[in-house]
């Protein structure tokens, strides 16, 4: 499986952005699939994960309301969308694929940044 993810960017606090992960490969479709971040000097931090089939949508905390994930498997296509950004929401973002549904990430796409200025 491999993941490209794309669409970060800079935004104002209080605007929006979508983040978009492209799959290809044997087995994306199966993939439970989540979005995660990182900020500089910190572990990988859970935002949204989707199952394979759309059966769940799960938020962190921190984002639930304003974040929103779903996927688009005609065009294996996983997105985030983030409104009310903040900044602390400034990260890079990951797209990750759970292929054994064992709720440890497989396959990793490379980070796009996401800047949101104060």
């Known amino acids: 499986v491999q993941l490209q993810a794309f669409g970060g960017g800079l935004v104002q606090t209080g605007g929006s952005l979508r983040l978009s992960c492209a799959g290809s490969g044997r087995g994306f479709s199966s993939c439970n699939m989540g979005w995660l971040r990182q900020v500089d000097g910190k572990g990988r931090e859970f935002q949204a994960r989707?199952?394979?089939?759309?059966?769940?949508?799960r938020y962190a905390d921190s984002v639930r309301g304003r974040f929103t994930i779903s996927r688009d498997d005609a065009k294996n296509m996983i997105s985030l969308e983030m409104n009310d950004l903040k900044p602390e929401d400034t990260a890079t973002y990951y797209c990750a694929c759970d292929l054994d549904k064992d709720s440890i990430y497989d396959f990793w796409g490379q980070g796009t940044l996401v800047t949101v200025s104060s």
């Open positions: 989707i199952g394979w089939d759309g059966s769940f949508i």
